[in-house]
């Protein structure tokens, strides 16, 4: 080969560092160098890659363009560093071998979907892979999910049982092959298969016959079948079939949590839901997140009505496993013509468990909610949930992240000071493991309520500790010290320990996500987080910046009658306000409410909170949206009792305000009074509420203006607030806030106020996000000590 041009020969050393390994990338640079006759060597080394590369000015300048502009679609390019090198005068460009380095810093990537190239195999008749529910290439396929230990290499995942065919092993050792070093690379004839268990019928399927055309005929006769995917099992049935989605509701135990969907293509989810460009655009991400959509009004949904009770939006996402195309698609094919494929896909567990991944444990755990389980002899590794999004307040929000963005890392804008380990809440938990400027947000853990989460909790600390090489020498914890996090934290030999308040890491989260160092003022509204003076704050207005903050206002203290019980019984909340706004003359009241309370119950409760008995005090935003869904008769049914899961009183109250769709409306009275906390106080409000419920006034038009009146509260609470300080930067975070109309609401009314306004993008802004919180602000105290 001739490299000279006309101009004089260079050779350069080009570190790339980020998401390289297992992703493509020396083939991409090797079909880069022989493209621009270049010699050298490319090598993936423990920073990440190694390329050295030698020819013309012009040929390297065009080597680095396609460089930054053509990366392969997995990639993530964090930094390109250059030097200039001693010619070699070599004639060859190679795929040299890895380097073994004592410092693992190279990332390893999220699962990702089935790519174009592999779904048009698998659809291909004459093709080797056609229809082989484990085809994938250095593109796509399980990552996260397979890993054992780095580096990152077939013997070191849940592949190694299966050593490659020579096909398959040609492609894996071809530069030129998109399977180049694809760890998961597999045929039918070396990979893994599924198969289909069947422990109700006692016609056990032919064993001969295709496990996957079973499987969907069954589904299209009402079956529920449990089936594996890449992070566990699912549970699935047909979404059409009134019959199924009922019985899977009453075998799971799950009464009245809408159950997630999976549909073919874009266009099935359009004839269910709206579908914005934003959304279509998550829906059809290769991360393939569940995407939260409004449902269409125009037309009667074709439905199961139990598949979202209460709801006016659905969770869709779309086939992000050969195996998931290859059912959906088989599932159309027997349904009649005019039937929806649209295939019910909840997280394979009773409630509250967390989803089940080993064989052994689904199958004894999913027995008696399903008649069979699809399964395959492809192990998971790392338990995984579904990521859950929507689009809110101009751009994408996660509710959970987890499989497809786990454990891809967040970049800070600062570099901490030691290796750190934060350990986030209590609901809803995620770990992070912080090094340098990289923050390893875990994925979803769930609610940190029994030993199984708890041991899923430290399970995963280890394994993200032994895949990034980080061994932390400070770890971070929430104040309260109930919290089995935080008991964990304060057990550990980890020298130091450093509490962070609740509130403070929600705000700190959306500053660290957005590079900000502040002080900005913090708006916190959420259900609960101990406070510093040992009560349930959740609706705080701060003053914050990443080292500290100052509460400079909140909502005006309600006993919580009963503690815990309160949370889940919004009755009791409904009542503490009423009595808050009217003394014991609430009795008297004339509302359904008051005449339906249990007076005896009640006045236990009363008698606790007189004498300080198990009533601590709350500023909680999710308990005031209690109370208020309460006063409503919401939920439906359980209004007076206890609700049914975490969230359902203010969620129904969301849904019935988004339903009156009131634009021009005048908030209900409050006050906010004092200085150094100022005290919000919304029993004028309460006393608003009754009045228009006395009235006989809609409830979705009530609810729709309690929304707008606590956007207003908070918007008039951040003015003042702004005139103290001269801040006029605002951080909206905390559960409170996955209510996407009060979100909407505040957003617009206070950049109306000329605020800028920044909410969470990249982690969740309920209690999943607390734990990026809390090392940005572990990170900022260590700075003033170390
Ligand atoms: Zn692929
Ligand atoms: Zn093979």
Redesign the pocket.
Known sequence: MAFVTGSALQRQRIVVQGIVQGVGFRPFVYAQALRHSLSGFVLNDSLGVTIEIEGSSTALARFQRALREEPPPLARIDSVVIEQVQLRHESTFIIAHSQAANERQALISPDTATCNDCLQELFDPIDRRYQYPFINCTSCGPRFTIVQDVPYDRAKTTMRPFP??P??QAEYENPLNRRFHAQP???????PHVRLLHWTHDDLPNSTSNPITTTVQQLAEGSILAMKGLGGYHLACDALNVEAVQRLRQRKHREAKPFALMVPNLETARKLCAVSDAEAELLLSHRRPIVLLKQRSDRKSPLAPSVAPAYDTLGIMLPYTPLHHILLRSFAEVLPQDRLPVLVMTSGNLSDEPIAYRDDDAQERLMTIADGMLTSNRDIHMRCDDSVMRVSAGGPQFLRRSRGYAPEPIALSFDLPLPLLACGGHLKNTFCLGKGHQAFVSHHIGDLENLETLTSFKEGITHFQNLFDIYPQAIIYDLHPEYLATKYALDTDIPQKIGVQHHHAHIASVLAEHKLIGPVIGVAADGTGYGTDGAVWGCEIMVADLLDFERTAHLRYVPLPGGEQAVRQPWRMAAAYLAQAYGDAFLKLDIPFVKRLDRSKWHVLSQMMTRSLNSPLTSSMGRLFDAVAALLGLPEGVAQTALLYEGQAAIELEVHATRAALTEIPAYPFSIEGQSPAIMDVSPLIRAVVHDIQQGVAVPHIASRFHRSIAELLAVACDAMRKQTGLNVVALSGGVFQNQLLLEQLRVRLEAMAFQVYVNRRVPPNDGGISLGQIAVGAARLRTIV
């Open positions: 490659m065919c096909t398959c690379n597999a045929c039918p004839v070396c990979g």
